[in-house]
């Protein structure tokens, strides 16, 4: 919402004002923020867990999708990068190929890439065949005795090219991870909170049919302070609940970052910041595809 919003900035003066504290004390705060936050997100995710950054709440996913599927094994799109903990880098094509390489619980799909990619725009059905590919994964992954936990992947691939997949990839491909008994998550910590324009979440660009069992935020959701989120079903949560080993973080949640995040929500919907999105967005491309007719040198633009 831009640099030293000054909404921001008072609402975090007055919250450290009057308390900062670690989230074993209950505050206001962070009901009200978990309240806020669940309009904006399909009715099933309901229950909300809070962290300081994105490669904590990609962490929390993997291990929320473990524990429910009793399963190990995570699919990934290639040039995918996730985070940078140990977890993460390990389902991180972009940076494991530099580092110890691909470990055999994780299983690299091709991007959805319509431009680039192995189906391109002439092919006659490429969000089946780009589904069929995942499906193909899972099969063989199967047949080594190996199950899948989770199709990790970012509603948008930010680094991996800013590729918009074809509606009905997500649907496609969830339906043949649920069936072998894994989860969807949806990173939307470049992508999410009104960045796409038409809609709030990147995975709504699929269709209003389409539902993750986890999202994971960060990056856009604290402006700049450091503020994750996991957001998931109760059946998720209650499964990951079970094993009476509770999830705590020390300053996920504290009262200032909670009323920042509020705040943030505040900024956007009083300046119409994803409205904004949509209009400056157009109208780039528009005037980026008028170049495109112009320069044969440029391919694609998105």
Known sequence: VGHCHPDIVKAAHEQNQLLNTNSRYLHDNLVDYAERLSKTLPEKLCIFYFLNSGSEANDLALRLARQYTKHEDVIVLDHAYHGHLT???????YKFRNLEGQ????????????????YREDHEDSVTAYANEVKNIIEQAYKRGRKIAAFFVE????????????????QKVAEHVRKAGGVFIADEIQVGFGRVGKHFWAFQLQGEDFIPDIVTM????????PIACVATTKEIAEAFASTGVEYFNTFGGNPVSCAIGLAVLDVIEKEQLQAHATEVGNFLMKLLKEQKIKHPIIGDVR
Request: aromatic share 8%; proline share 15%.
């Open 103 to 118: 470990k055999e619980w994780v299983h690299v799909a091709p991007v959805p890439d319509t431009y680039r990619g192995l």
């Open 218 to 225: 960060g990056k856009p959701i604290g402006n700049g302070h």
């Open 155 to 170: 509603s948008l691939p930010s680094v991996g090219g800013q590729i918009i997949p074809p509606a009905g990839y997500f």
């Open 87 to 93: 977890s993460l880098i390990d389902i991180s094509p």
